[in-house]
């Protein structure tokens, strides 16, 4: 099945530096392709997405690519505050019966003022 | 996001008991999913579910049971409590999109405590 890789499992960056977090895949059949944001004790919400015939998108300060031959996909974060201090998961789409997302393991990102 | 929620927020069982964590969203989305999350582990698949009376296993499957016999439920049982079962667990819903190109939307999650 799908599997998932994220590195890495925990970034410290200072205010205002670039932060960047990469996710590999298994399934070249994936087409899509989200990251969710998780504050402590909160429920994962969608920051960005793309999909299989995109190779980057952007919003704001936030940004994703997405490399298929070499199905590997990576957020980046610019400007960073310490709002953007949570935990960061990359999913991807497995094409099969229920289009289920699999997780990445996630990133903590501490933020330091 | 108040259109999937998950009862209760908080659960502290007994080892060998059943429970039951319950799923509940508004938007009749065709898809849910359940997640349980661990340090270490991100979030792994537990079941999910196409539509009604429609279920199938996840990566972790063993020791749970779902059913969904109406499209805006979905509930979570473990049949026998271990304590390995002690996490967060995550209800998330989806609606059917060209080739799956969809938000799923989580609920609040439970937090469960095997003792």
């Known amino acids: 099945g799908e599997n998932v890789e994220q590195h890495p499992s925990t970034l410290s960056v200072q205010e205002g530096d670039s932060a960047v977090i990469k996710c590999t895949y298994s399934d070249s059949a994936s087409n899509y392709f989200p990251w969710y944001k998780q504050e402590l004790g909160k429920r994962p919400q969608l920051i960005i997405d793309?999909?299989?015939?995109?190779g980057e998108k952007k919003d704001q300060r936030i940004a994703v690519t997405l490399n298929k031959t070499a199905k590997h996909f990576s957020l980046h974060i610019t400007e960073t505050q310490p709002e953007d201090s949570a935990v960061y998961f990359c999913a991807a789409t497995v094409m099969e019966y229920g289009n289920k997302l699999v997780f990445g393991a996630g990133t903590i990102l501490r933020v330091k003022s | 996001d108040a259109g999937i929620t998950q009862s209760p927020r908080y659960k502290i069982t007994e080892t060998g008991r059943q429970v039951t964590l319950m799923c509940h969203q508004t938007?009749?989305?065709?898809?849910m999913f359940w997640y349980r999350q661990d340090l270490g582990h991100g979030l792994r698949l537990i079941y999910y579910?196409?539509?009604?009376?429609?279920?199938d296993k996840g990566e972790v499957p063993d020791g749970y049971v779902v059913s969904r016999s109406k499209t805006e439920n979905f509930p979570l049982t473990l049949e026998s409590a271990t304590r390995s079962q002690t996490s967060v667990y995550f209800c998330?819903?989806?609606?059917?999109?060209?080739?799956?190109?969809?938000?799923?939307?989580f609920g609040q999650g439970t937090r469960l405590t095997v003792v």
């Open positions: 579910s196409a539509a009604a009376d429609i279920t």
């Open positions: 793309i999909r299989s015939n995109v």
């Open positions: 938007w009749s989305h065709s898809y």
């Open positions: 998330a819903s989806r609606r059917p999109g060209t080739e799956g190109l969809t938000e799923a939307f």
